[in-house]
Nanobody, 116 residues
Framework: QVQLVESGGGLVQPGGSLRLSCVVSGTNFGVYAVGWYRQAAGKRRELVAHITSGGSTDYADSVKGRFTISRDNAKNTVYLQMDSLKPEDTAVYYC??????????WGQGTQVTVSS
């Protein structure tokens, strides 16, 4: 069974940075595209960034130029470097497979709060 463990969230001031990590276990991580999603209070979960097995990346317009997704296949880990954070980035962040209905079971997510 695939398990996802997200970490690295916290409280940060506007303009600050955070680096999120997601460790994926129980599957052949390296062959899959992986994405970062977020869900703000009262809103639908949205895909904000994803990276293919070959390392190609894509971003939602709202985070383009501020967030960077990367992966370390040796560590079964996907990262999200978040810079120039804004209050509207406040959400619970999750990782999972992108752009498919065949997703893994969701992890617990990691809370990111951007506030002064």
């Amino acid at each position: 069974q695939v398990q996802l463990v997200e970490s690295g969230g916290g409280l940060v001031q506007p303009g600050g940075s955070l680096r999120l990590s997601c460790v994926v276990s129980g599957t052949n991580f390296g062959v899959y595209a992986v994405g970062w999603y977020r869900q703000a209070a009262g809103k639908r979960r949205e895909l904000v960034a994803h990276i293919t097995s070959g390392g190609s990346t894509d971003y939602a317009d709202s985070v383009k130029g501020r967030f960077t997704i990367s992966r370390d296949n040796a560590k079964n880990t996907v990262y999200l470097q978040m810079d120039s954070l804004k209050p509207e980035d406040t959400a619970v962040y999750y990782c999972n497979r992108p752009k498919t209905i065949i997703i893994w079971n969701w992890g617990q997510g990691t809370q990111v709060t951007v506030s002064s």
